[in-house]
């Protein structure tokens, strides 16, 4: 896919002005070529809290929602480079949208939610303790614990950042497997989390490392009663991103897998 010249700027809550500090809460892409802009607002104030501490949520929630309807409203005419300038900088309140950076596009749509997970969305944690303390307990039931490589940390330099996960095992691939929870009241949120893994599954397929040679995701997903009817669509999310799917309720393939892998490199 060929690709095309745009333009995005980071959505920012930035409390005082005179310390220029602010945190990221929202992208906006501009695509001219492709007559498309289009802004992705995080869902909570997790990162403002983070960095600001307690804030009047109500009063910062509706501003948001102010920028985020308003570049609705606006969007025809903000098709051009001058023009989505213009409205960057007429933004005066604790809610900012910096000046339009330049960046290479190929799907404006895909683009702008990789530009989220990349510089919005909150990094990744190391996956809860509970989760990867029942993994390995199903490992060592199962009598494959032995067969598994601990404590891995891959450095992803396509997104600039290192994943750590707890397990890991050789099978033609490094398989780096990460125990992930989806036991949430929100579906959005559940996707949004299922998408994050897949795009950095996909880097890790694109990509080798020089210790380990090609590399793989393995997500093993845990869910709630609320949350198991999107086991078919997180599982066809990490598939078409070449993300191996596992869940909980089924380990058996996964077990077979890592005890094939073993005997496959113990002959060869």
Avoid at 40 to 48: F, G, V, Y
Wanted: aromatic residues 8%.
């Amino acid at each position: 896919m060929q690709s095309k010249n745009g333009y995005y700027s980071l959505i920012q809550f930035c409390p005082d002005r005179s310390k220029l500090e602010a945190a990221n809460v929202g992208v906006m892409l501009l695509s001219p070529e492709d007559q498309f802009i289009s802004a992705k607002l995080s869902p909570d104030n997790a990162r403002i809290r983070r960095f600001f501490g307690r804030q009047d949520w109500a009063f910062l929630n509706e501003q948001k929602n102010a920028v985020g309807e308003r570049i609705q409203v606006d969007a025809s005419r903000l098709l051009n480079l001058k023009a989505l300038q213009e409205f960057c900088a007429k933004r005066a309140n604790q809610i900012r949208i910096t000046e339009p950076r330049s960046i290479l596009i190929s799907d404006p749509e895909r683009d702008l939610h990789d530009l989220y997970l990349r510089l919005v969305a909150e990094p990744r944690r190391i996956a809860a303790p509970r989760v990867v303390t029942q993994l390995k307990e199903a490992f060592r039931e199962a009598n494959v614990d032995q067969l598994v490589r601990k404590d891995i940390e891959i450095e992803v330099r396509a997104l600039k950042r290192t994943i750590s996960a707890p397990f890991g095992y050789q099978n033609g691939r490094f398989n780096v497997i990460e125990p992930l929870l989806f036991e949430t009241s929100l579906p959005e949120e559940a996707f949004d989390r299922a998408c994050r893994r897949a795009i950095e599954g996909r880097s890790l397929y694109e990509h080798e490392e020089p210790n380990r040679g090609r590399l793989k995701l393995v997500v093993v997903g845990k869910f709630g009663e609320r949350s198991s009817k999107d086991i078919p669509v997180v599982a066809d999310l990490m598939r078409e991103n070449n993300v191996g799917f596992f869940s909980f309720d089924n380990l058996e393939p996964l077990i077979l897998d890592i005890r094939h892998a073993a005997q496959t490199h113990l002959q060869s």
